[in-house]
């Protein structure tokens, strides 16, 4: 095993003090509030210069693009990964929800920071409508994935399951952030035996009108 060069060291360094500053600034903002939190707060809190924050992030509206994009990744990876282990479609759901609201367990405030900070600034908000389009992709093909094996109904479009599907559990998380106890496991698992009793292939085979499933929704982050 070679020693790691300076490079690598320098690019780990890099990588810890990114995370060290996201990490913080999450915190701040469950603490003060998105509008109230200021840089000088975030790198005080991570231990670091002021000026370093830039170095990494231009704003600090970019770190909750950061945490979008952190959710993503982890979608995208968790897609890719059944696919290729040809996991049960309903196994693959099961363990999505628990995967992508594991972040926002850790901190029930940080949703209603994360949702007003969303809501409130423009720029951010058209950023995040731009990402949500790319997650939306990614559960309607893990949706048409589950029809085409004939594990999911076929008779309803992928993108108003989707819908349906991502809007009962960001519903269902935001209603927990209200109280911010130990029962998000428990709401999660009831909310998605409730979607899936209802994704169960039907005799009919035949599509049905769907009203308007391209809808605008609330920026989502999971």
Known sequence: ???????????????????????????????????????????????????????????????????????????????????????????????????????????PDLIRVLLLAFLSNQE??????????RVLAIHSEMIQFGQELGEIRNDLPPLAIALVFRQTIFGTLLIWSLYGDNSLPSRIESAFELIWSGLAPRNDSEPRAVTNPKEPVVPLFF
């Open 1 to 107: 095993m070679y020693p790691a060069t300076p490079f690598d060291r320098r690019s780990r360094r890099s990588a810890e003090t990114r995370e060290r500053l996201f990490r913080a600034a999450l915190d701040v903002f469950s603490k003060k509030g998105f509008a109230d939190a200021t840089i000088e707060d975030i790198t005080n809190a991570a231990d670091v210069g002021k000026g370093t924050f830039f170095n990494y992030f231009p704003s600090k509206d970019h770190i909750l693009l950061a945490f979008a994009e952190m959710q993503l990744s982890r979608l995208r990876q968790a897609v890719d990964d059944a696919r290729k282990n040809e996991t049960p479609v309903r196994q693959f759901f099961r363990s999505l929800t628990a995967l992508m609201t594991a972040e926002p367990s850790r901190n």
């Open 124 to 133: 951010v908000r058209q950023a995040m409508l731009d990402l949500q389009d």
